[in-house]
Nanobody, 116 residues
């Protein structure tokens, strides 16, 4: 059974940091491109960042460049999103996505709230 389980969300003050994790199981994680998306209330889901199976990063949203970093640990079947200098506009539900030529999988999301 395929599972993507996000964790690490929560409430943080503006300027703070969070690290999101997404643990994968039920498929060959190392062969998949992994992405983080986010969706704020009333807005469309947007790509935050992606990382290929061999670790090449891509797709950073302009609004998060130089603040967020995506990484992966294939030995742990986990993808991470390090988020620094958080702003109120970063508040959203963050989703993990796994994709290859045939399949795409989604996690259930983790809430990030940025507020003082």
């Amino acid at each position: 059974q395929v599972q993507l389980v996000e964790s690490g969300g929560g409430l943080v003050q503006p300027g703070g940091s969070l690290r999101l994790s997404c643990g994968a199981s039920g498929f060959t994680f190392s062969r998949y491109t992994m992405k983080w998306y986010r969706q704020a209330p009333g807005k469309e889901r947007e790509l935050v960042a992606g990382i290929t199976d061999i670790g090449g990063t891509f797709g950073y949203a302009n609004s998060v460049k130089a603040r967020f970093t995506i990484s992966r640990d294939n030995a742990k079947n986990t993808v991470y999103l390090q988020m620094n200098s958080l702003k109120p506009e970063d508040a959203a539900v963050y989703f993990c996505n796994a994709v290859d030529v045939s399949n795409t999988y989604w996690g259930q999301g983790t809430q990030v709230t940025v507020s003082s």
